[in-house]
């Protein structure tokens, strides 16, 4: 008979056993040196001359953040931050939250509210729409009547979010595409009141390849498996999107166009520059993608002298800290030093020493272009 005397003296055997192995397996891997890329992780020894720099050196708009609580955020605390490391204004892009178009209303209108009473002139608001079930009776005319709407409260813009072409669904359930035509509207309403359209269209193009020892962003794809797309039967190839989005820019020249995360383009600058030079109506910015211009300095450095007019600051997530790793890219000729995320970066940064002419046209000349109702008294101790 079993016994639970017997059962105790099995479970202990277990235990032991267990332990036994993962002290063997332990003692093997430090033996033979094994450890995780995650672990793997050494201070550099390297000597040379470089610091953080906490303060832009001009007061700077970021054009790209997402503050998911504006609503009720206080808003002091974050103009302290901001004004901290001489940040000057901030666009959130998710203006409208998200719900149905009754909660996003809400929620946009409860955002400019709370910037109005508490920090007027240093906080902006995009419109977001609904780009599901765009095939049922009067909804993209309901999306264009939102973006009336919000743009008469003060929207200063639209963001399309990465939905649009990879998961968006129409009544049917087929992909909408970026570039479906029944989405028109939508975008020529924009050229009409004279906002832009930040867009972020598909994702890095390592996330359709193979998960294996050649892809760049395999450590991302481990911690973030969910945006892999490779074996998707439901979302095409990466570059069938970006055809689909550029398709929208060619279609829709009198709407400008700020094509978020350098176009996923950050990795060939010599693309992103010819894809600026064919489309007059786009600009890009650099939220989430520094590090692809702190591991290329000379080439970086050149694609910004040549195309300093079609560049913006941006940020994505916001964290005050991470913003200095921006600032030294931009600023400074340091050498080899670290990114904040290793997932994005396990390679290290280098500065790349930007002119004060370009430095100045990132940091908020060419925002301030491409957004007339920025105040600009601010941003006149910059000169």
Not at 28 to 43: A, L, V
Not at 48 to 72: Q, R
Not at 152 to 158: F, P, R, Y
Not at 229 to 251: A, L, M, W
Request: with cysteine; charged share 25%.
């Amino acid at each position: 008979m079993f016994s639970l005397k017997n059962l105790f003296k099995v479970l202990v055997f277990i235990l032991v056993v267990a332990l036994a192995i993962y002290f063997a397996v332990d003692t093997i891997q430090k033996k033979q040196n094994i450890m995780s890329f995650e672990d793997y992780d050494p201070p550099s020894s390297l000597i040379v001359e470089g610091k953080v720099i906490k303060k832009a050196k001009y007061t700077f708009i970021d054009v790209h953040s997402h503050l998911w609580n504006m609503p009720v955020m206080d808003l002091d605390e974050l103009v302290a931050e901001m004004d901290e490391i001489n940040m000057g204004y901030i666009v959130n892009l998710s203006g409208s939250g998200f719900g149905p178009q009754a909660a996003k209303d809400l929620y946009f209108d409860e955002s400019a509210k709370n910037i109005a009473e508490n920090q007027p002139g240093r906080i902006g608001l995009f419109v977001n729409v609904d780009f599901n079930s765009v095939d049922v009776e009067n909804h993209v005319e309901n999306q264009v009547n939102a973006i009336r709407s919000a743009v008469a409260k003060g929207a200063i813009g639209l963001k399309v979010y990465k939905s649009l072409g990879l998961t968006n669904k129409d009544s049917e359930g087929n992909r909408v595409r970026v570039d479906d035509e029944r989405l028109g509207p939508i975008w020529e309403v924009c050229g009409e009141l004279g906002i832009p359209v930040l867009i972020h269209s598909a994702d890095p193009f390592q996330f359709w390849l193979p998960k294996d020892d050649q892809n760049e962003r395999w450590f991302e794809l481990k911690e973030k498996p969910k945006r892999y797309y490779g074996d998707s039967d439901f979302i095409p190839p990466f570059e069938d999107i970006i055809k689909e989005q550029h398709t929208v820019f060619k279609r829709h020249k009198n709407t400008t166009f700020i094509n978020a995360h350098l176009g996923w383009m950050g990795n060939d600058l010599k693309r992103l520059g010819d894809h600026l030079d064919k489309f007059p109506n786009v600009v890009t910015e650099f939220g989430a993608v520094i590090a692809e211009l702190g591991r290329q300095p000379k080439t970086a450095r050149q694609f910004f002298i040549d195309h300093q007019d079609r560049i913006m600051f941006g940020k994505d997530s916001y964290n005050k800290e991470e913003f200095y790793t921006y600032f030294r890219v931009l600023e400074s000729d340091d050498e080899y030093f670290d990114y904040f995320r290793k997932r994005h970066a396990f390679w290290k940064m280098y500065g790349l020493n930007l002119p004060d002419e370009v430095l100045k046209k990132v940091y908020y000349e060419n925002a301030l272009r491409i957004f007339p109702s920025i105040p600009k008294e601010q941003f006149n101790k910059n000169n």
